[in-house]
């Protein structure tokens, strides 16, 4: 068992930059792929980044490739979202997911076994 949960989100300026951590408790986080995705208010949620188990890979919506960097830490059983150059369109609830069959390619909920809750991000112009 896994259990996720978000922190770092808040109020932002267009062009201003947050970072989101996700910890991560249970043994076998570094086992498993993960990560990020958002939900804007009457959309439905969509992917923003993961990363490998390892960390050596990653991948990106087309949407925040080039403004966004996904990272992790096994020994502080955490992950990163560096979000830079940001946007009103990038205001959401953002979501840790992770899953032992995720992976860096991982871009559809059902690949995730486990969710955090979200923390708000909010962009204004």
């Known amino acids: 068992q896994v259990q996720l949960v978000e922190s770092g989100g808040g109020l932002v300026q267009a062009g201003g930059s947050l970072r989101l951590s996700c910890a991560a408790s249970?043994?076998?986080?570094?086992?498993?792929?993960m990560g990020w995705f958002r939900q804007a208010p009457g959309k439905e949620r969509e992917f923003v980044s993961a990363i490998s188990w390892s960390g050596g890979v990653t991948g990106y919506a087309d949407s925040v490739k080039g403004r966004f960097t996904i990272s992790r830490d096994n020994a502080k059983g955490a992950v990163y979202l560096q979000m830079n150059s940001l946007k009103p369109e990038d205001t959401a609830v953002y979501y840790c997911?992770?899953?032992?069959?995720?992976?860096?390619?991982?871009?559809?909920?059902?690949?995730?076994?486990?969710w955090g809750q979200g923390t708000q991000v909010t962009v204004s112009s």
């Open positions: 997911a992770g899953g032992s069959r995720a992976s860096s390619r991982s871009r559809r909920e059902y690949e995730y076994d486990y």
């Open positions: 249970g043994r076998t986080f570094s086992s498993y792929g």
